[in-house]
């Protein structure tokens, strides 16, 4: 069974432009989760979809958004990109959003997308 | 708010010796807990996960971990050191009132010959 797949694995980008993330669950998990991971912040927790519909944000401005599909596949994009935004973006997927059970919302994390801003 | 606090950003040991790495948790309910591990350039694996089972839960590569409620203590270990345990690992806590996991600053494990 294949994990959970990000796409590119590396980024470069200058300030102000806009960038799309694209993540693949794994086959049969519904619910994907986006995390920033920097060394000054450490892991943070970005959005939540389920069935095309966020279920959670974090604290993060709205330059930040994302959608998923119905095949539940999702894209993160960020606009106006700043040099903080320099970071790894890992994506999650779970069988079932959380809430729904300990088992079925257990986290499987892809490789993640290196972003550099410069 | 529920949080995790992982003691020490740095531990050392020597292959073949016991490995501890400490996480407390912050939680008024009982809490669902996890410890995920990172290799460079690789994203996070889970470990192990406390879900209000067993209090001792074993996980994956020879790792364990022990929830004490009396502690609020959730460490890692693992009996024996192998140079391929050397990754940065994270512990963390579902939130009850906002369902999202919450991290630990993670704790990088050096496994010296």
């Known amino acids: 069974k294949a994990g959970v797949t990000q796409t590119p694995r590396y980024l470069i980008k200058t300030r102000g432009q806009q960038v799309t993330l694209s993540c693949s669950p794994i086959?049969?998990?519904?619910?994907v989760s986006w995390y920033q991971q920097t060394p000054g912040q450490g892991l943070q927790f970005l959005f939540e979809?389920?069935?095309?519909?966020?279920?959670n944000k974090g604290n993060f401005p709205g330059r930040f958004s994302g959608r998923q599909f119905s095949n539940s596949r999702s894209e993160m994009n960020v606009s106006t990109l700043e040099l903080g935004d320099s970071a790894l973006y890992l994506c999650?997927?779970?069988?079932?959003?959380?809430?729904?059970?300990?088992?079925?919302?257990?986290?499987?994390f892809g490789a993640g997308t290196r972003l550099s801003v410069l | 708010a529920q949080s995790v606090t992982q003691l020490g950003s740095h531990v050392s040991v020597s292959e073949g010796a016991l490995v501890l790495l400490r996480c407390n948790y912050s939680?008024?309910?009982?809490?669902?807990l996890f410890w995920y591990v990172q290799y460079p350039n690789q994203g996070l694996q889970l470990l192990l996960k406390?879900?209000?089972?067993?209090?001792l839960v074993k996980g994956i590569n020879g790792f364990e971990a022990e929830f004490k409620k009396s502690e609020t203590s959730f460490h890692l270990t693992k009996p024996s050191a192998h140079m391929s345990d050397a990754a940065e690992y994270f512990c963390?806590?579902?939130?009850?009132?906002?369902?999202?996991?919450?991290f630990g600053t993670g704790t990088r494990l050096q496994v010296f010959p």
């Open positions: 963390a806590v579902r939130s009850y009132n906002t369902d999202k996991l919450i």
């Open positions: 979809y389920f069935s095309e519909t966020q279920r």
């Open positions: 999650a997927s779970s069988l079932e959003p959380s809430g729904q059970g300990a088992t079925k919302n257990i986290q499987y």
């Open positions: 939680s008024s309910v009982p809490p669902y």
């Open positions: 086959s049969g998990h519904r619910s």
């Open positions: 406390y879900t209000s089972a067993a209090t």
